[in-house]
């Protein structure tokens, strides 16, 4: 499996973005997508996750209410949009598959995903 994500930039505080992550090779509509951010010098961390049955959605309490995940199993792509930006908002964020049972999934956990993106550039000026 192939992730290729993309639609970062730099905006200014309360703007909004829509992340997009394309993926390749596999059973896209089997899998469960995970969002994760890493600013500078700081640690992975998880933003969102979609499951791959029911569409249900994990949030992380920092973002709660400002991003939505979601997914487009026909077109093999999952989004992330992205609303009233921060400065701590600022990071690469990345793209990310699991494929095991979604009984024994801990969403939150880098590690629990077997695909990952490249990552785009989200930079918030104050």
């Known amino acids: 499996v192939q992730l290729q994500a993309s639609g970062g930039g730099l905006v200014q505080a309360g703007a909004s973005l829509r992340l997009s992550c394309a993926a390749s090779?596999?059973?896209?509509?089997?899998?469960?997508i995970g969002w994760f951010r890493q600013a500078t010098g700081g640690a992975r961390t998880f933003v969102a996750a979609?499951?791959?049955?029911?569409?249900?959605?994990y949030y992380a309490d920092s973002v709660k209410g400002r991003f939505t995940i979601s997914r487009d199993n026909a077109q093999n792509m999952a989004f992330l949009q992205v609303n009233s930006l921060r400065p701590e908002d600022t990071a690469v964020y990345f793209c990310?598959?699991?494929?095991?049972?979604?009984?024994?999934?801990?969403?939150?956990?880098?590690?629990?995903?077997?695909?990952w993106g490249q990552g785009t550039q989200v930079t918030v000026s104050s």
């Open positions: 990310a598959v699991y494929t095991k049972s979604l009984f024994t999934w801990n969403y939150a956990k880098a590690s629990e995903y077997a695909y």
């Open positions: 090779g596999g059973d896209f509509r089997s899998y469960s």
């Open positions: 979609i499951s791959w049955c029911v569409d249900r959605t």
